[in-house]
């Protein structure tokens, strides 16, 4: 790396028509609801990029300034500003938001949080930082930034720090907010196509053979992984000559357990796998490593008497030895991104600057250098840290409560723009063993940002899904194949995420902030444009054998996203279900584009064959994104999009696909498709392709209401058209049939079952008075008035 090349784009300089000045002040009016504030008594303002800030150009809105003295009175159309002129003060300064509430400097924002640096050791909750979005309708963000981004690439200590800060003042318009902060500090990036599938990961000496091994019956299993992650062991640890300290920073392979490292590497290659690398840069370079010379000569220090080369990661030509002599080699051998697992403190010789963040910041950066998507494996290192994805949450105790945390720390992290959360799924150290756990974690990954399975090197705490009860792992698997099957829906929010500011994962009142109700699930969230997913997070009830999760289910119509049962939305509920599921909602005229997996396959390229999921009741669109998965600098000419629609008219009803238009090259000639539209009743499907008649063998499926139209072979620039003429008709949900399922089940007498089914059959939705007066044990009738009263 030369630091030339370690540049982010940046516009930092505000358009002057947007600036209110004073001697010692500055007041930046960036939008309605967005105001730079700052003091120096120096009279220097900054108007360089920080390490939070990248672009301060925003169109001028309109506002109103009068002076009043030597302060200063601004309109906007969300506020009203209040400034005495002199050093900000509680009294000389406040904002009236649009929704009458005042904030005064100083105050502490009561907003709805943001995330936190790690979970290491957590076992349940950890304190957030602030967020920006608030039901008060306002927050604050501090930049204390210790560093300016020169252009050159490199950084400089910022010399006017004394009063800087950022007021988000947007009401309950959260998504708004959330969208003009990636305007202000830089838009989060496309992921490469791979990171969407599963990651395999241990702190384990592995050798050579037995990691081989474990991906061979991996395949045998028919259980798809796309990254393979090799933690710190892969270099010299334990045979580290004892004056040099300890083995946690590497570079050399260790030989013994890899004697032909570039073999193995190529092996994880031709088996369809991407390789990261564990780095603990922090004791630098010691002289038993093999670049130490090299190194060494570079850096100044005569490598005879075999003084270590410090790691320092403000010295710009340490840093450029750093990336040429150490890691680009191992990259050049077959190793994709890196690892980086620092825990050594925020400490550096420029006061104030965060050692991960400028690891994190050239890391990003740096590894893009072969033209390849840039992407690491790090943890967060403070606002602005959606730029340099992926983000490592640490290391976990194994426990429910660690489990129950992780869907609120997750969706809550969108408040700061962190959209890319990879977190220790099945949980890292410590724990006892439970199957159960284990199983609705890996649940939770699959409808998490990155699925990434990691524990700890204790030989009991592995995630292989074959080390557990039958039940639970067959779920395992069954559940990491459907990760791979989402795989062409994840990559289009992948760059809906990058272009329209949508990470993939939203609280609920994103959507709905004027309801109570959404702010009482923390648990529940938006998985993309067409999903809701609402964890199950408790053990199951032991007489049922069913868990539950409480959910808020939005306005409108909802499907279960597996069988179809049809929900009445704007309810509470508790949504009970069996280990083998997951509460996972699609909303009325839901399309969700996903890769058929039929046949084994660990591919994530763009697929020959997929599965088009849909769900009935309004009209639907979707559109399709496809590119080559991996090419850094993606252009909209890069990219191949494929529509897809949802519509009903004079009682009937259709459902097409439009040709594949721009970078077509990117996708099969032909595919297979496999259309299946749930929670319907059986009818006869007519099928057009290229506008000529195409025979298909429509089947329906009973248990899912779902009929399915299979068309093979169609060319890649031709639409496909079916239609209904009759419409689709939303089927009747089979009460008798679920309730059934759920008596079969619960541990209690057989004739308490019988005279339970008999009110069922009998009196359908109207039975659950009787029910509630008949004593049930709780679980059972909650599970029973689920079923019954979906609809």
Same mark, same amino acid.
Request: proline letters at 6%; charged letters at 25%.
């Given at each position: 790396?030369?630091?030339?090349?370690?540049?982010?784009?940046?516009?930092?300089?505000?358009?002057?028509?947007?600036?209110?000045?004073?001697?010692?002040?500055?007041?930046?009016?960036?939008?309605?609801?967005?105001?730079?504030?700052?003091?120096?008594?120096?009279?220097?303002?900054?108007?360089?990029?920080?390490?939070?800030?990248?672009?301060?150009?925003?169109?001028?809105?309109?506002?109103?300034?009068?002076?009043?003295?030597?302060?200063?009175?601004?309109?906007?159309?969300?506020?009203?500003?209040?400034?005495?002129?002199?050093?900000?003060?509680?009294?000389?300064?406040?904002?009236?938001?649009?929704?009458?509430?005042?904030?005064?400097?100083?105050?502490?924002?009561?907003?709805?949080?943001?995330?936190?640096?790690?979970?290491?050791?957590?076992?349940?909750?950890?304190?957030?930082?602030?967020?920006?979005?608030?039901?008060?309708?306002?927050?604050?963000?501090?930049?204390?930034?210790?560093?300016?981004?020169?252009?050159?690439?490199?950084?400089?200590?910022?010399?006017?720090?004394?009063?800087?800060?950022?007021?988000?003042?947007?009401?309950?318009?959260? @998504? &708004?907010?959330? =969208?003009?902060?990636?305007?202000?500090?830089?838009?989060?990036?496309?992921?490469?196509?791979?990171?969407?599938?599963?990651?395999?990961?241990?702190?384990?000496?592995?050798? @050579?053979?037995?990691?081989?091994?474990?991906?061979?019956?991996?395949?045998?299993?028919? +259980?798809?992984?796309? /990254?393979?992650?090799?933690?710190?062991?892969?270099?010299? /640890?334990?045979?580290?000559?004892?004056?040099?300290?300890?083995?946690?920073?590497?570079?050399?392979?260790?030989?013994?357990?890899?004697?032909?490292?570039?073999?193995?590497?190529?092996?994880?290659?031709?088996?369809?796998? =991407?390789?990261?690398?564990?780095?603990?840069?922090?004791?630098?370079?010691?002289?038993?490593?093999?670049?130490?010379?090299?190194?060494?000569?570079?850096?100044?220090?005569?490598?005879?008497?075999?003084?270590?080369?410090?790691?320092?990661?403000?010295?710009?030509?340490? #840093?450029?030895?750093?990336?040429?002599?150490?890691?680009?080699?191992?990259?050049?051998?077959?190793?994709?991104?890196?690892?980086?697992?620092?825990?050594?403190?925020?400490?550096?010789?420029?006061?104030?600057?965060?050692?991960?963040?400028?690891?994190?910041?050239?890391?990003?950066?740096?590894?893009?250098?072969?033209?390849?998507?840039?992407?690491?494996?790090?943890?967060?290192?403070?606002?602005?840290?959606?730029?340099?994805?992926?983000? $490592?949450?640490?290391?976990?105790?194994?426990?429910?409560?660690?489990?129950?945390?992780?869907?609120?720390?997750?969706?809550?992290?969108?408040?700061?723009?962190?959209?890319?959360?990879?977190?220790?799924?099945?949980?890292? !150290?410590?724990?006892?063993?439970?199957?159960?756990?284990?199983?609705?974690?890996? @649940?939770?990954?699959?409808?998490?940002?990155?699925?990434?399975?990691?524990?700890?090197?204790?030989? $009991?705490?592995?995630?292989?899904?074959?080390?557990?009860?039958?039940?639970?792992?067959?779920? #395992?698997?069954?559940?990491? %194949?459907?990760?791979?099957?989402?795989?062409?829906?994840?990559?289009?929010?992948?760059?809906?995420?990058?272009?329209?500011?949508?990470?993939?994962?939203?609280?609920?009142?994103?959507?709905?902030?004027?309801?109570?109700?959404?702010?009482?699930?923390?648990?529940?969230?938006?998985?993309?444009?067409?999903?809701?997913?609402?964890?199950?997070?408790?053990?199951?009830?032991?007489?049922?054998?069913?868990?539950?999760?409480?959910?808020?289910?939005?306005?409108? /119509?909802?499907?279960?996203?597996?069988?179809?049962?049809?929900?009445?939305?704007?309810?509470?509920?508790?949504?009970?279900?069996?280990?083998?599921? +997951?509460?996972?909602?699609?909303?009325?005229?839901?399309?969700?584009? #996903?890769?058929?997996?039929?046949?084994?396959?660990?591919?994530?390229?763009?697929?020959?064959?997929? &599965?088009?999921?849909?769900?009935?009741?309004?009209?639907?669109?979707?559109?399709?994104?496809?590119?080559?998965?991996? =090419?850094?600098?993606?252009?909209?000419?890069?990219?191949?999009?494929?529509?897809?629609?949802? =519509?009903?008219?004079?009682?009937?009803?259709?459902?097409?696909?439009?040709?594949?238009?721009?970078?077509?090259?990117?996708?099969?000639?032909?595919?297979?498709?496999?259309? %299946?539209?749930?929670?319907?009743?059986?009818?006869?499907?007519?099928?057009?392709?290229?506008?000529?008649?195409?025979?298909?063998?429509?089947?329906?499926?009973?248990?899912?209401?779902?009929?399915?139209?299979?068309?093979?072979?169609?060319?890649?620039?031709?639409?496909?058209?079916?239609?209904?003429?009759?419409?689709?008709?939303?089927?009747?949900?089979?009460?008798?049939?679920?309730?059934?399922?759920?008596?079969?089940?619960?541990?209690?007498?057989?004739?308490?079952?019988?005279?339970?089914?008999? /009110?069922?059959?009998?009196?359908?939705?109207?039975? +659950?008075?009787?029910?509630?007066? !008949?004593?049930?044990? @709780?679980?059972?009738?909650?599970?029973?008035?689920?079923?019954?009263?979906?609809?």
């Amino acid at each position: 790396m030369s630091v030339e090349f370690a540049k982010l784009k940046t516009n930092p300089k505000t358009d002057p028509g947007a600036v209110v000045r004073g001697d010692r002040y500055r007041i930046s009016v960036l939008t309605d609801g967005l105001i730079r504030f700052e003091y120096s008594e120096s009279g220097i303002f900054e108007d360089r990029a920080t390490q939070i800030v990248l672009n301060r150009n925003f169109p001028v809105p309109e506002f109103q300034a009068e002076r009043a003295g030597p302060g200063v009175r601004i309109r906007t159309a969300a506020l009203e500003i209040r400034y005495d002129g002199k050093k900000f003060s509680a009294d000389g300064l406040t904002v009236r938001t649009a929704g009458g509430h005042v904030w005064h400097y100083g105050e502490e924002p009561r907003d709805l949080r943001g995330t936190a640096r790690t979970l290491d050791t957590a076992d349940g909750p950890v304190p957030l930082g602030h967020g920006l979005v608030s039901r008060e309708g306002f927050s604050v963000m501090e930049d204390r930034s210790a560093v300016v981004l020169l252009g050159s690439g490199w950084v400089a200590r910022r010399e006017n720090p004394e009063e800087d800060f950022y007021f988000w003042g947007y009401g309950h318009r959260y @998504q &708004e907010c959330l =969208k003009d902060f990636y305007r202000l500090c830089g838009r989060t990036p496309l992921l490469p196509r791979f990171a969407f599938g599963n990651w395999w990961s241990r702190y384990h000496r592995y050798s @050579q053979r037995e990691y081989e091994e474990l991906m061979e019956r991996f395949e045998r299993e028919k +259980i798809p992984f796309s /990254v393979a992650v090799i933690d710190m062991d892969w270099h010299r /640890v334990g045979d580290v000559p004892p004056e040099y300290g300890s083995g946690w920073t590497g570079y050399t392979w260790d030989r013994k357990l890899f004697p032909d490292h570039r073999e193995f590497l190529g092996w994880l290659h031709r088996h369809g796998l =991407k390789v990261t690398l564990n780095l603990h840069p922090a004791d630098g370079v010691r002289a038993y490593e093999d670049a130490y010379p090299a190194v060494a000569e570079k850096m100044g220090v005569d490598p005879r008497g075999g003084e270590p080369v410090r790691f320092d990661v403000t010295d710009p030509h340490f #840093m450029e030895v750093y990336f040429n002599d150490l890691h680009h080699p191992l990259e050049r051998e077959g190793v994709d991104f890196w690892w980086l697992d620092w825990q050594q403190g925020v400490s550096t010789k420029l006061p104030g600057l965060d050692p991960l963040w400028m690891l994190n910041h050239y890391h990003y950066l740096d590894s893009g250098w072969k033209g390849t998507r840039p992407l690491i494996l790090s943890r967060y290192a403070g606002i602005g840290s959606h730029r340099y994805p992926v983000g $490592f949450s640490g290391d976990t105790v194994i426990s429910w409560a660690s489990l129950k945390f992780q869907p609120y720390f997750t969706a809550t992290a969108s408040n700061v723009g962190y959209g890319w959360w990879s977190h220790d799924i099945g949980g890292h !150290m410590q724990g006892v063993r439970d199957d159960e756990l284990a199983a609705r974690w890996i @649940q939770l990954g699959v409808f998490s940002p990155i699925n990434r399975l990691h524990s700890t090197n204790n030989p $009991f705490s592995g995630k292989e899904p074959w080390n557990f009860n039958r039940e639970a792992g067959d779920v #395992m698997a069954r559940f990491l %194949r459907l990760r791979y099957a989402l795989i062409p829906y994840l990559y289009t929010m992948n760059r809906i995420a990058s272009e329209e500011g949508q990470p993939l994962v939203r609280p609920l009142y994103y959507l709905e902030p004027e309801r109570e109700e959404a702010y009482r699930v923390p648990n529940d969230y938006y998985f993309g444009t067409e999903l809701m997913v609402s964890p199950v997070t408790e053990k199951a009830d032991p007489q049922i054998r069913m868990g539950k999760a409480l959910t808020w289910i939005p306005e409108g /119509v909802w499907y279960d996203f597996f069988r179809g049962r049809r929900y009445r939305g704007g309810r509470l509920m508790n949504l009970w279900r069996p280990l083998e599921e +997951i509460p996972v909602l699609a909303k009325s005229g839901a399309i969700v584009p #996903m890769k058929d997996m039929t046949a084994y396959d660990n591919s994530t390229g763009n697929p020959q064959r997929l &599965e088009i999921r849909v769900y009935p009741g309004k009209e639907g669109h979707f559109t399709l994104w496809e590119d080559d998965g991996e =090419k850094a600098d993606v252009r909209e000419e890069d990219w191949a999009s494929t529509p897809m629609s949802l =519509k009903a008219e004079r009682g009937a009803a259709s459902f097409t696909i439009g040709p594949a238009r721009g970078n077509t090259a990117v996708l099969p000639n032909a595919r297979d498709w496999n259309v %299946r539209f749930y929670g319907v009743e059986d009818a006869v499907p007519r099928v057009r392709v290229g506008g000529e008649p195409f025979w298909s063998n429509p089947s329906y499926d009973a248990g899912t209401h779902c009929i399915s139209v299979k068309i093979a072979g169609a060319p890649a620039g031709k639409e496909i058209a079916i239609s209904f003429a009759g419409g689709l008709r939303e089927a009747d949900p089979d009460v008798q049939g679920e309730a059934y399922e759920i008596l079969l089940r619960a541990q209690i007498a057989n004739d308490r079952k019988a005279e339970i089914y008999r /009110v069922v059959c009998g009196q359908g939705r109207e039975g +659950i008075a009787t029910l509630d007066a !008949m004593g049930l044990p @709780q679980a059972l009738f909650g599970a029973l008035c689920e079923v019954l009263s979906a609809v």
